[in-house]
């Protein structure tokens, strides 16, 4: 940790439209401001562990946040920057053998299966948010990750695991 920058601690997690608070982690008993530009849309305080979480209302997927942070001696650290990003799909459980992942995400957003790096299919999702990606057959315990994306911004990873 570097005192003179109290943010560069400041372990993000991410933040979706739905969110209602930004969280992570700075120097212990910071003070946290978050925000979009030059306006402040959401303040805390850091814990004695040095975790935060700053209310916020929720926020247009691909706007960018600045999360700073300033120590009791009132040393401002370096923004830690985030792009908020879409929620990543759910999808119902997938058995082995089976050819189609189904699940929701928001709709008109495009739904990629992978495993490890490589996509094995995509689908956009619906008006109802619902999606259908065909697949090839996999083996039981293979991992497979979901993501959403639309307009270059990705949301993190569902991981599921296929079923016997």
Request: proline share 4%; aromatic share 6%; net charge positive.
């Given at each position: 940790?570097?005192?003179?920058?109290?943010?560069?601690?400041?372990?993000?997690?991410?933040?979706?439209?739905?969110?209602?608070?930004?969280?992570?982690?700075?120097?212990?008993?910071?003070?946290?401001?978050?925000?979009?530009?030059?306006?402040?849309?959401?303040?805390?305080?850091?814990?004695?562990?040095?975790?935060?979480?700053?209310?916020?209302?929720?926020?247009?997927?691909?706007?960018?946040?600045?999360?700073?942070?300033?120590?009791?001696?009132?040393?401002?650290?370096?923004?830690?920057?985030?792009?908020?990003?879409?929620?990543?799909?759910?999808?119902?459980?997938?058995?082995?053998?089976?050819?189609?992942?189904?699940?929701?995400?928001?709709?008109?957003?495009?739904?990629?299966?992978?495993?490890?790096?490589?996509?094995?299919?995509?689908?956009?999702?619906?008006?109802?948010?619902?999606?259908?990606?065909?697949?090839?057959?996999?083996?039981?315990?293979?991992?497979?990750?979901l993501y959403a994306v639309k307009n270059?911004?990705?949301?993190?990873?569902?991981?599921?695991?296929?079923?016997?």
């Amino acid at each position: 940790m570097i005192q003179q920058s109290p943010a560069n601690r400041s372990g993000l997690r991410t933040v979706t439209n739905f969110s209602k608070k930004v969280t992570g982690t700075a120097e212990p008993y910071a003070k946290i401001t978050v925000k979009a530009g030059k306006t402040t849309i959401g303040t805390g305080k850091a814990g004695k562990n040095g975790e935060f979480a700053a209310k916020i209302q929720p926020q247009s997927i691909g706007r960018k946040l600045y999360v700073y942070a300033t120590d009791a001696a009132r040393h401002t650290g370096k923004a830690a920057a985030t792009t908020v990003k879409p929620p990543a799909p759910s999808a119902q459980g997938v058995k082995a053998g089976a050819t189609k992942v189904t699940g929701t995400a928001l709709s008109g957003f495009k739904v990629y299966v992978k495993t490890g790096k490589t996509a094995i299919g995509h689908a956009v999702a619906g008006k109802n948010g619902r999606f259908t990606v065909k697949i090839k057959k996999q083996k039981a315990g293979a991992k497979l990750s979901l993501y959403a994306v639309k307009n270059g911004i990705w949301s993190d990873a569902k991981t599921i695991t296929v079923q016997k």
